[in-house]
C-alpha cells in the first residue's frame, strides 16, 4: 500500500524542495503498481541512524493518515544516509545506485521492488524495513511461501560464513523444529546478536553444521506486525526529541527472543556516534520490546550480497562475482562505448555513460553517469561516477572520483572529490595536532596540504575543531565548469603522487560535508539525462543505418 523513503534533508533545502527532488530521482516507477510512495524528510538530526529513521516515519504516517495507516502494508526503505564508505551515492542516496543491467539501467530501488514482488500478497497490515545497499536471492520449492503473518518481529536469515556474521546480526535458532534442510523453514529465534566475534556465537549456539561445513544465519530484512509499530510510535512520542543513533537491527532486534539480555544496551562497540541519550534509549527499548516473538523464515538456497562499500562495489560489479553471475551483469550497460579491441574487457563496468573510442578504461573500473573523452585513459581499480574528462588525461589505478553540482548564493558551480578507494572517510582525529595521522590516497593529509599551501587550522574543518577527517577538510575546489572540476582534483591527486606543489589557496574550497549541503541534485540529474537523450539518439542512428 505504501513505500515510503527517507532522504537526508541538507541544510540549503526546504524539505518540500528536497521532496520534490528525491521524488524526481526514481521517476519512472514501474507501471501497473498500486503503491503509494512517500518520501519523508528525514528532518530529525542526522546521528539518530535508522532506527530514529524508522520511528520518524511512524510518525509521519500517523500524521498523514491518521489511524488508516495501521490498515497498510507497508515497505520502508532507507535511502542511504552519507554513504560515507561509497560516496559516489552519498548525493542522492544508496537506493539510486545504477546496476549495471537494463535497457535503460536498473537503480537498486527498482530491484528491490522486483525482489520483493510476491511479498504484499502474503503480508498482514505491518512495515517490511530494508536498507538500500543489500541485495536478497534465493529459491524455494512450487509449495513454499515466504508468508509474514505472525505476531511480533519475522526476519528472514541466510546462511553466511562466520566471518560474514562479525559484520551482521545473527541469530540464534531454536533448535526445536528447525532442521537446515529445504528451501524455506519457520523457525523461532532464541537470542539476536549483532555483530559478535565469532567466540560470542559458539558460546551462544549460533553456529550450525551445513554438510561439512559450519555457518551462522544472519539477516537482512524484517517486518513487524502494527501493534508493535504503534507501540515503538508510542515510545517515540515519550522521548521526545532522540539525540543518539538507534539501529533499527541492533537496538530493536536484541531485546527480542527468550534469551535476550539487556547487556548490549551498556555496549557501544557497534555504534558509529554514540549520544548522551543512547544507553537510556536502549534500556528502555528492551524493557519495551522483551518477551516480544522473534520468528524467522530460514532461506537456506539464498545468498545475501552488500554493497555499501567501494570495495564491495568494485567486487561485485567488475569481478567475476556469484552476483554479477546471478543478475548477469554486464560491462557496458546502456551506454555509449569505445569497444575497440584491448580497450574494454569484461571486467569493466561502464553504466549509462559515453565512453568515446579512443579512451582506455583499466580492468575492474567502473564508470557511471559520466563522459569520457578519446585521451583519457583510466586505471585499474577505479570508481568515476557523475564526471566529465575530456581533457588528454590518465587517471591513476585505484582512484575515486565523483562529481556534483553545487548551487552557492544562487549560482550553480560544480565540485568533484578525488580520494583513493581504500581511504577512510569515516576516520577522524581530535586534535589538529594528530591530523598527519589521516590518509588521502596512501599520503599524510599534513603532507599533501602542504603541498597544496593549506595550513591545519580549525578554518580547514567545516567542522570547526570537532570530527576531523577527509569527510570535513575543506580541500576541494570549486569551479565553474563539470569538466574543470574533474581535471583540479585530478590534479590534486597527481601533485601528491609527484610530491609536487599545486596552490589551491587562490579557490573557494569545500569539503564533502559542504558538497552535500550545497549540492544541486536537479543540475545533475539534468547531465544525467543529456548523457541518456545522447544514447537514445545514437541508437535511433544506428537503427536507421542498417
Known sequence: DLMPLIPEVHQNKSPSEELQEAKGTFCPLPQGKVATVEVFPCVCPAATGN????LHVLQCLEDLYGDKWTSFVVLLIHSGGYSQRLPNASALGKIFTALPFGDPVY????LKLAMYIDFPAHMKPGILVTCSDDIELYSTGAAETVTFDRPGFTALAHPSDLTVGTTHGVFVLDPCGFTGKGGLEYASCRQFL???DEGTMRERGAVCTRGNSECVYTDSIFYMDHSIAKQLLMFYKQMGTVCCEIDAYG???QALGPGATPYYTKSTGNVAGEGSQLAEVRQKLYSLLKGTALNVIVLNNSKFYHIGTTQEYLFHFTSDSKLRFELDLLPVAFSISCGEPGTLGQSVSVIQSVAQPGCCLGPGSIVEYSRI????SVGSGCIISGSHIDWKADVPSRCFLTSLSVKISSQVQYVS??????DDLKRTVDLLSDVHLLRFCGASVAQCLHLWGLQVSEQLFSSGSSRLGLWTARIFPVCSTLSESARMSLKMLNSVQQMSALALNGFTLLSVEEMLAYKDVGDMLEFRKQIY????????KEKSDV
Do not use: A, N
Not at 532506527?51 to 524508522?54: A, E, K, L, R, W
Not at 537503480?107 to 527498482?110: I, P, R
Not at 537523450?533 to 535511433?540: A, K, V
Open 533 to 540: 537523450d545522447e544514447i537514445c539518439l545514437q541508437r535511433s
Open 373 to 376: 573523452g578519446p585521451e583519457v
Open 107 to 110: 537503480q537498486m530501488l527498482e
Open 417 to 422: 572529490m578525488v580520494f583513493g578507494v581504500e
Open 51 to 54: 532506527g530514529g529513521s524508522t
Open 251 to 253: 537496538d530493536f532486534l
Open 194 to 196: 549483532h555483530k559478535p
